[in-house]
């Protein structure tokens, strides 16, 4: 079992930036894609980017430019960076670890933004 844990959501103004993070445990943390997706209240959830084994990255259309996904494979984590946040960025943010039939979810995290 892959525990994930998230941090660093909060209130933002428009504009501004945030740094998630997601913590990992209980698993070989460097076998598994990484992702993090979000869900605004009445919506499904999306993928907002994603991490390969590897570090290949790939991003939604609405979030390119803005938001950079990294992972740590000595620390177990992976980071969302998200710049220049807009208020249709407000949405509870999900760490994903994928490995095969494996997937596990993280609480989520709030991310809010406006002025």
């Known amino acids: 079992q892959v525990q994930l844990v998230e941090s660093g959501g909060g209130l933002v103004q428009p504009g501004g930036s945030l740094r998630l993070s997601c913590a990992a445990s209980?698993?070989?943390?460097?076998?598994?894609?990484m992702a993090w997706y979000r869900q605004a209240p009445g919506n499904q959830r999306d993928l907002v980017a994603d991490i390969s084994r590897g570090g290949t990255t790939t991003y939604a259309d609405s979030v390119r430019g803005r938001f950079t996904i990294s992972r740590d494979n000595y620390k177990n984590s992976v980071i969302l960076q998200m710049n220049s946040l807009k208020p249709e960025d407000t949405a509870v943010y999900y760490c994903?670890?994928?490995?095969?039939?494996?997937?596990?979810w993280g609480q989520g995290t709030q991310v809010t933004v406006s002025s």
């Open positions: 209980g698993g070989i943390f460097s076998r598994y894609k």
């Open positions: 994903n670890a994928v490995l095969l039939d494996d997937n596990y």
